[in-house]
């Protein structure tokens, strides 16, 4: 049992393990948190040993029967992002969820949506990416409809389940499609292939299939919804790496088929276009924040799209690997967007058994009565915004870069036009500050209850490291350089 | 010939199966269209083991998507059963509630 | 030592913003900002004697981040000491101007984090390091503008000026990588050294890429527009940021990269007309306003005008001359202004007059900064102006002619503002009161400024010859002597001087000159609503806005929509694919 096909299983045998910790003893549920914990902590310990394997021997594969599961730069990139968000918000959750029905579903859940991720980030043969796929898409279907009590939930929950459904299938079909053609489903194998209308055809479904989950633009239309009715603990895991595993599952496959044509760059580059305009303007007038914050989800998928699109496009690692570094970093201050707003809902709404939405004018004052709030709130928005010295600007640096070092006028411009999106990010990042350090606050902040110190914890955890990458973008470039050159080599470059 | 068969059917669910999901209005004649979708691609899976000769690998993806997908349904029809206790429709033009 | 200085700069004001923020009391607030910011300001002022041509600090990053470097030369250890000093000065004031306000910490917090940021803008030796710097000044800026929250203008003027100066710093973003795209290194010296090796076009992206960073920093025509807006912040913070320091990044930027950019075609010509058209539209619009720190706020817009038409002109040393005078007399203005507004509780000059026996210490420092701006004899400003004129009058005779008529001007609103604020009838009748202690330390340091500074333009001169190697030929410094005796022997001098005298005049005799001031009122009239840039702005962000809300209908909320949507998706894409096979 080699450390990494552990770290891969731990965490599908916990999460039946989590959930009858809660089940076993029925006035402490939070057992299960416990538990949720316990077997993250070992998953952390996994994965450095893998971490240091990798280091030492590069990619690692392992094998179970006809599957192979292979960790390498991109899996261990999406398993640090997926453990360290997971941890957060299991720390996180714990007064968030306290008392709510079934809540030991919701960390056996986690825990399995986790796996799940990791998994999907090993997955060396397309019909098992697509299982981890769908087993991760099944985890996060009741997780957003985890208050199946409320309809605004239930409304979500549906319209996610039929939109991810009905994407998961046109993957299915893309799969069947190269499966007819090619007769082998391993993804090294499918990079020898010839060209053929029918594997671009299944590129296409793929582009489209796993795009649903990624939020392009007009497939995005279930992600507001979801992000702003579940859990924010789940927000935070959706906007931070579900939908960043849907964009790794679409890189690993177009990246296997990028040597039978050249317009998966194109059509990536375009996707980001749309995506960070249209997310942008989405959110410029929107008044609940969470929504918001969901639509911003949009536009940061347009730059890590850039990235991967000039890496397609012109060959360039920069582009991979701030595509990457981007995804880390967008985790991070969305994450930390998210559990923030959740901090400041829990305070401002959920203390006082309401389910409200919150709302910018909420937001009023919130400075004075939440500092740590308030202020997380405004590191990770500032941080999005594309503001040095927050983790966000070093990301987007990297992606620019790597479209002005491919020298080619379209790319540059793209690069304008992504620099000026940021700008126009501003225009509505910038008010939900100045709302928190208003001075007269809203009824909603007088009546305020106080926001427990384990989410305030939380909030400095995620805090700091979103400065401190930042300041010190190097920190984490032994997880970005790998991916990003694993990419590469998929791509043959 | 069975090929073509074959690639007409899955052409075919795949049309009813979008079409249905664009017009019908109801969860549970949704996640009817959602499941004649999926057979769709299991059937898609099928056919292509037919083709290049592993018809047997085929099939057995196809089992597993079965299993797969009916997670899926019954999670859609647990949500149908909540929908109907707290909307009184299955309506999905009430579930719109949440826009802009 | 240069490197524990250039540290202690820079970190000293970030240690006290920390400190204020964790502070309990405002007292101990209060002492922390003035500790940490008079450290800055010693280090700061310590480090003009130990100026260097090479990095004193270095952190390696690797990668696209390249290395972080800071070179305290003549001109980053300089313009650092004036963003410390007056800092200083600013908090000082800021002792009596924010007595009883809520949220000081934020407020202090802030100005030091700015101060620090400042000092590493002007210091830093890698491209990436100056880009940071530049917007964490931008973040500070907004921050600060929009201090009273509560108020929607205050509100509108931050977000406004950060968007500006945000697409302003899209251009150095786009400078920089293209130049880095060239030559593989964010060294600011390896640029100056290897423009002339650059491939003709990626120079002329970087140089007009920092021109637009430039003129948005600097509120130069067509970005002004976000600086009136900005006077909504404390005036300490107008003073510190909107007057003395930040605004003066642009012209700071276009001075350090002169010699990479001179030789590009048109570029000398584009900062030459930007200057002068801020110059003479600032003039005219502060003629033409009656809120007392919006003009002090079109006078700074003219007055970089005079700067950036100095290096557009080739005059770097005089406007870098232009820029420590002006920093001083504006600050002096701003914060006499802040004591005037402290006491009336309205920015409106129209409801003020008679100021002068109330305040007549705030009068006597006003009035010293108000000859310095309109450029009078043996005060500061009048030595810098007549060298900018004079590197005016070598380059482009016409030029010259235009900026002879804008510095009449200046003389004429300068008298303006004076006459409205401390002299005239008395418009109001409650009791003002002269400026409290702490705000008198830093005004009567400003004005020792304003009357001696100059002093020192050979001194300064002799410190940027000898630590920017790349500038070589291009400064034109002489000692104080020499400069004294050639702008007193020079018919130029005598000629601004007359014009200067005439604006004067013109607003003695404005009773008088009826038909003059009929005449002028279109350009007036033009001048008040902002010659049309105020009306684009809000056209662009009414068109945006409104696209937004259009977008916002295609989030129906139906499901068979959704799904619709997906299908749509399908089908564009298989159609690109099949197309552009």
């Known amino acids: 049992m080699t450390p990494s096909l552990a770290l891969i299983g731990l965490p599908l045998v916990s999460s039946p393990l989590v959930y009858f910790a809660g089940r076993a003893d029925r006035r402490h549920a939070a057992w299960s948190r416990i538990a949720a914990l316990l077997s993250l902590l070992i998953a952390w310990v996994l994965f450095v040993q893998s971490a240091t394997q990798f280091s030492m021997s590069g990619a690692l594969d392992s094998t179970i029967g006809m599957i192979t599961l292979r960790i390498d730069g991109i899996s261990l990139l999406l398993t640090a992002v997926v453990l360290t968000l997971a941890t957060f ?16 579903k919701y960390y056996a859940l986690v825990i399995a949506m986790s796996g799940a991720m990791i998994g999907l980030a090993c997955a060396a043969d397309l019909f098992n990416l697509w299982v981890w796929f769908e087993l991760m898409t099944v985890s996060s279907f009741l997780l957003v409809a985890f208050y199946c009590q409320r309809r605004l939930a239930l409304e979500a929950g549906v319209k996610y389940l039929v939109q991810s459904a009905v994407g998961s299938v046109l993957v299915l079909l893309g799969v069947a499609l190269i499966f007819a053609v090619t007769g082998t489903l391993r993804l090294d194998e499918l990079a020898l292939a010839g060209e053929s209308l029918a594997l671009i055809g299944a590129g296409g479904l793929f582009v489209i299939g796993f795009g649903v989950k990624i939020a392009l633009v007009p497939m995005h239309t279930w992600l507001p919804d979801a992000h702003s009715q579940a859990p924010s603990g789940i927000s935070t895991l959706l906007s931070g790496v579900v939908i960043e595993a849907g964009l790794i599952a679409l890189l690993r496959v177009i990246g296997a088929l990028a040597g039978i044509a050249e317009s998966w760059g194109v059509l990536l580059l375009a996707f980001a276009a ?24 949009l536009s940061h998928i347009g730059y890590m799209l850039l990235g991967f699109g000039i890496a397609f496009y012109a ?60 202020l997380s709130l405004s590191i990770a928005v500032l941080g999005l915004g594309g503001l040095p010295p927050l983790a966000g600007f070093m990301s987007k640096w990297q992606i620019f870069t790597a479209g002005f070092e491919t020298q080619d006028l379209v790319l540059m411009l793209l690069v304008i036009f992504a620099a000026l999106n940021s700008v126009l990010s501003l225009a509505y990042y910038a008010p939900l500050v100045n709302r928190m350090y208003r001075d007269h606050p809203s009824s909603a902040v007088q009546q305020g209850k106080p926001i427990p110190l384990s989410m305030q914890l939380t909030l400095i955890g995620l805090a700091v490291l979103v400065v401190a990458i930042g300041v010190l973008p190097s920190l984490v470039s032994w997880l970005t350089e790998p991916a990003g050159s694993t990419l590469m080599l998929a791509l043959g470059r | 010939m069975t090929g073509t068969i074959l690639v007409i059917g899955v052409l075919a669910l795949i049309g009813v199966g979008l079409y249905g999901m664009m017009i019908l209005h109801n969860v549970l004649k949704l996640v009817v269209a959602l499941q004649i979708l999926t057979k769709a691609a299991a059937l898609a899976l099928v056919a292509a ?40 429709t299955l309506d999905t033009r009430a579930l719109s509630t949440l826009k802009r | 030592m240069a490197g524990l200085l250039v540290l202690l700069t820079i970190l000293a004001p970030w240690g006290g913003a920390a400190w204020v923020m964790l502070a309990r009391s405002d007292q101990l607030r209060q002492f922390a900002a003035v500790l940490s910011s008079v450290i800055a300001a010693c280090a700061a002022l310590l480090l003009l004697a130990f100026t260097l041509t090479t990095p004193s600090v270095e952190f390696a990053l690797g990668g696209v981040f390249g290395t972080f470097t800071f070179v305290p030369d003549g001109l980053g250890a300089f ?4 963003a410390t000093t007056i800092g200083c000065l600013t908090v000082i004031f800021s002792l009596d101007y924010m007595r009883g306000e809520h949220q000081l910490g934020r407020y202090y917090a802030l100005v030091l984090l700015f101060i620090g940021a400042m000092c590493g803008l002007v210091l830093s030796g890698s491209l ?55 030559l593989g290194t964010l060294d600011i010296s390896v640029l100056i050294a290897n423009a002339g090796s650059l491939p003709a076009d990626a120079l002329t992206i970087t140089a007009f890429g920092f021109l637009i960073a430039a003129a948005a920093k600097s509120a130069q025509v067509p970005f002004h527009t976000w600086l009136p807006g900005a006077m909504e912040a404390p005036t300490p913070v107008s003073a510190l940021i909107h007057a003395a320091t930040m605004v003066n990044a642009g012209v700071y930027l276009l001075a350090r990269f002169y010699p990479a950019f001179a030789a590009v075609p048109g570029w000398t010509t584009a900062v030459l007309i930007i200057g002068l058209l801020s110059a003479l539209f600032g003039a005219l619009m502060a003629l033409s306003t009656h809120d007392l720190k919006r003009a002090l706020a079109y006078s700074t817009i003219s007055q970089l005008g005079f700067m950036v038409y100095a290096i557009g002109a080739g005059g770097i040393f005089a406007s870098q001359f232009h820029l420590l005078n002006h920093a001083v007399f504006k600050a002096l203005l701003f914060l006499g202004a802040g004591a005037v507004i402290h006491t009336m509780g309205t920015r409106d000059m129209r409801r003020m007059g008679g100021l002068s026996r109330a305040m007549p210490f705030v009068r006597n420092v006003f009035v010293i900064g108000g000859l310095a701006l309109a450029g009078v004899p043996f005060f500061n400003g009048f030595w810098s102006k007549e060298l900018i004129l004079e590197a005016g009058l070598e380059t482009a005779v016409w030029s010259f002619v235009i900026m002879l008529f804008t510095a009449g001007l200046t003389a004429l609103y300068t008298l303006r503002m004076i006459w409205l604020v401390f002299f005239g009838e008395a418009h109001a009748a409650f009791p003002a009161h002269d400026a409290p202690n702490a705000m008198r330390i830093a005004l009567g340091v400003l004005a020792a400024g304003v009357l001696g500074i100059w002093l020192l333009s050979g001194a300064f001169g002799h410190l940027l010859e000898t630590t920017l190697p790349y500038h070589e030929g291009v400064l ?68 945006a806005q409104s696209a937004a809300v259009l977008l916002r209908r295609t989030q129906t909320g139906q499901l068979n929509w959704n799904v619709v949507g997906i299908v749509t998706g399908l089908v564009m894409v298989l159609v690109v694919l099949m197309v552009g096979r």
């Open chain 2, 49 to 88: 083991g037919y083709m290049n000769g592993q018809l047997q690998l085929g099939q057995s993806l196809a089992l597993t998507v079965i299993v797969a997908d009916t997670m899926v349904a019954v999670v859609g029809l647990a949500l149908a059963v909540q929908v109907r206790r707290h909307f009184g």
């Open chain 3, 128 to 182: 990436l390091l100056l880009f940071i710097f530049w917007e964490m000044t931008a973040l500070c800026s907004y921050a600060l503008i929009s201090f009273h929250n509560d108020d929607p203008k205050a509100v509108a003027g931050g977000i406004k000026a950060l968007v500006i100066t945000q697409i302003g710093g899209v251009g150095l973003l786009v400078g920089i990588l293209a130049a880095y795209a060239q």
């Open chain 1, 89 to 104: 918000v299991t720390l996180y959750s714990d007064r968030y969820m306290m008392g709510e029905m079934g809540e030991e």
């Open chain 3, 476 to 543: 034109h410094v002489e000692s104080t002597a020499d400069m004294i005796f050639a702008l007193i022997t020079a018919p130029a001098t005598w000629l601004t001087l007359a014009v200067i005298g005439l604006g004067f005049a013109l607003w003695v005799l404005r009773a008088r000159l009826t038909a003059l001031t009929n005449a002028l009122t279109p350009i007036m009239r033009a001048a008040a609503a902002d010659f049309g840039f105020e009306w684009l702005n809000r056209r662009i962000v009414t068109t």
């Open chain 3, 79 to 82: 313009l650092a000491a004036v």
């Open chain 1, 315 to 374: 060959g360039t690692p920069d582009g991979a690997a701030g595509g990457f570094f981007h995804l880390l970093t967008h985790g991070l201050m969305k994450g930390l967007a998210f559990l923030a707003a959740g901090a400041l809902l829990y305070g401002l709404h959920l203390a006082h058994e309401r389910h409200d939405p919150l709302t910018v004018n909420d937001l009023a004052g919130a400075g004075k009565r939440y500092p740590l709030a308030a």
């Open chain 1, 274 to 297: 749309i995506n960070m305009l249209f997310g942008n303007l989405m959110a410029l007038r929107q008044k609940q924040v969470k929504r918001l914050l969901a639509f911003s989800s």
